[in-house]
């Protein structure tokens, strides 16, 4: 059962999306995507410099040696988000710009950028929330053990974020530790994977990519306690998931039950969300694997299985599944031709995915107590700048806006979702899509640098001004 919240609606709208008082807007980015200055102040290269200045990598032979030039360019980024109105920013740290070898030596020059910036959004009273690991991984690791494929790049991975919040753990107070394990591993290593994201090394069976994300989810393990023992004052740490939501085609018992059965074996969620959440591989998961299942040893699941403060929830999309009369009582349903979609192949448009969400994290995975955070919501469209120099992304508002409603619903019902970080503060290195792809609310005209405000952002700002859905 869960307890309704008094909502107060707006008195001229009764029905107007009012969001609770303390809920925090934000707005998010990664280093990768936004910094450029790749070889700045002793910088050493990452898998996606490397991934990226690899022909046929990355489209149009994009890289993200410039990208937004954020890291010369961070004040005036920060000044626009006060404009915005954002509370509360989502970034990420580089790791090469931290150990550049990976391991080892701490480069002060590139913790000091992060002080920096850091010190900046407090100026602006912008609460900083940190993510650790946005997939830029030394490359040095991937020649040194091939990454991810070594057991040994968690032990690495913690030593990294102890040296990170020794030093920053003064000023930043909200981490995250890895974004998107499916990601950076599955789509990295995985087998059949076209076009595959960083590093582009295909291993051999399906069973080594799930090796990979297992070794992946014992960096958050091992991350997750090196936060707590390094903190120098109480801080919160979240997962950061992109977990595959199943939607059920109609709103009824039948189709929700089928949704639920079918959350375990859908994208990677029962050997991701399930062992960093309830402390074991979803058991659907393990029959449907079998000898490609992961080697698990003794006590990882115990280190992966951490307490966290939040989850980091990234929404863009979702499955829709319906109740059917086979062995597993459900069946996935594809999109049909013409389905409404944003610009990205898969940005269909299925704004319950953030309500349902939500709910398999309560009701499915049996996590009501653990408060989410949408840490990524948002998509691509076609921008284009006007006659009088504007964006009016009118297609960017609607999805936006009927997302912010479904994420209301699952509030108004109870549901603990604490905040929302609006994928992205500005258009950016859209990685093998490179910048052929913009998501941002900020228009960046890359010749020249220049930001443009896109219509999106005032309605954003509307938004986190009137603390309701405009
Ligand atoms: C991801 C990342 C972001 C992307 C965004 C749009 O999900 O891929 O977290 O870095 O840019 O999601 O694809």
């Known amino acids: 059962m869960k307890i309704i919240l008094p909502l107060i609606p707006h008195p001229c709208f009764p029905d107007s999306y009012q969001f609770p008082e303390d809920f925090w807007w934000g707005t998010a980015t990664s280093s990768y995507q936004i910094e450029g200055a790749i070889t700045e102040e002793d910088r050493q290269p990452s898998v996606w410099d490397t991934f990226s200045a690899t022909p046929g990598r990355v489209r149009g032979g994009n890289t993200g040696a410039v990208a937004c030039d954020h890291y010369h360019r961070y004040e005036l980024d920060v000044q626009l988000m006060a404009q915005l109105g954002v509370k509360h920013y989502r970034f990420s740290i580089a790791w090469p710009r931290i150990m550049p070898e990976g391991r080892g030596t701490v480069n002060e020059a590139g913790v000091d950028f992060y002080k920096r910036l850091v010190d900046c959004l407090h100026e602006y009273g912008?609460?900083?929330?940190?993510?650790?690991?946005?997939?830029?991984?030394?490359?040095?690791?991937?020649?040194?053990?091939?990454?991810?494929?070594?057991?040994?790049?968690?032990?690495?991975?913690?030593d990294y974020v102890t040296a990170v919040v020794r030093r920053l753990g003064d000023?930043?107070?909200?981490?995250?530790?890895?974004?998107?394990?499916?990601?950076?591993?599955?789509?990295?290593?995985?087998?059949?994977?076209?076009?595959?994201?960083?590093?582009?090394?295909?291993?051999?069976?399906?069973k080594e990519v799930w090796q990979t994300s297992h070794h992946a989810?014992?960096?958050?393990?091992?991350?997750?306690?090196?936060?707590?023992?390094?903190?120098?004052?109480?801080?919160?740490?979240?997962?950061?998931?992109n977990f595959a939501v199943t939607v059920p085609l109609i709103e009824s018992p039948d189709h929700?039950?089928?949704?639920?059965?079918?959350?375990?074996?859908?994208?990677?969620?029962?050997?991701?969300?399930?062992?960093?959440?309830?402390?074991?591989?979803?058991?659907?998961?393990?029959?449907e694997l079998g000898e490609n299942a992961p080697d698990i040893q003794e006590g990882d699941l115990e280190t992966i299985h951490q307490p966290l403060d939040f989850l980091g929830f990234n929404i863009y999309s979702g499955t829709y599944v319906r109740a059917a009369d086979n062995?597993?009582?459900?069946?996935?349903?594809?999109?049909?031709?013409?389905?409404?979609?944003?610009?990205?192949?898969?940005?269909?448009?299925?704004?319950?995915?953030?309500?349902?969400?939500?709910h398999h994290i309560s009701e499915t995975l049996g996590r009501p107590d653990l408060p989410l955070l949408i840490t990524e919501n948002g998509c691509a469209a076609q921008d284009q700048v006007n006659a009088n120099g504007e964006v009016i992304d009118t297609d960017r508002i609607f999805y936006l806006r009927h997302h912010l409603r479904a994420a209301h619903r699952a509030?108004?019902?109870g549901y603990p979702l604490k905040g929302y970080f609006l994928w992205s503060f500005m258009d950016n290195?859209?990685?093998?899509?490179?910048?052929?792809?913009?998501?941002?609310?900020?228009?960046?005209d890359y010749p020249t640098q220049q930001r443009i405000p896109k219509a999106s952002f005032d309605w954003y700002r509307e938004c986190i001004r009137n603390n309701r859905v405009m």
């Open 217 to 241: 989810l014992l960096a958050h393990g091992l991350g997750t306690q090196a936060i707590r023992a390094a903190s120098p004052v109480p801080c919160t740490v979240s997962l950061v998931d």
């Open 429 to 444: 290195f859209e990685w093998s899509w490179g910048y052929d792809r913009r998501f941002g609310i900020t228009y960046v």
């Open 411 to 413: 509030i108004a019902q």
């Open 126 to 158: 912008i609460t900083p929330h940190a993510t650790l690991f946005h997939w830029d991984s030394p490359q040095a690791l991937a020649d040194l053990y091939g990454s991810w494929q070594s057991r040994q790049m968690a032990v690495d991975y913690a």
């Open 171 to 206: 000023r930043i107070t909200h981490w995250m530790t890895l974004n998107e394990i499916p990601c950076f591993t599955h789509m990295g290593y995985g087998v059949n994977c076209d076009p595959p994201h960083a590093p582009g090394t295909q291993v051999d069976s399906l």
């Open 327 to 358: 062995k597993l009582g459900y069946e996935f349903l594809d999109f049909p031709p013409g389905y409404p979609r944003m610009h990205m192949p898969w940005l269909d448009i299925v704004p319950d995915c953030v309500y349902w969400g939500i």
């Open 256 to 287: 929700i039950e089928a949704a639920k059965k079918a959350f375990h074996t859908c994208g990677q969620n029962g050997g991701i969300i399930f062992p960093a959440l309830t402390g074991a591989y979803s058991p659907l998961l393990l029959a």
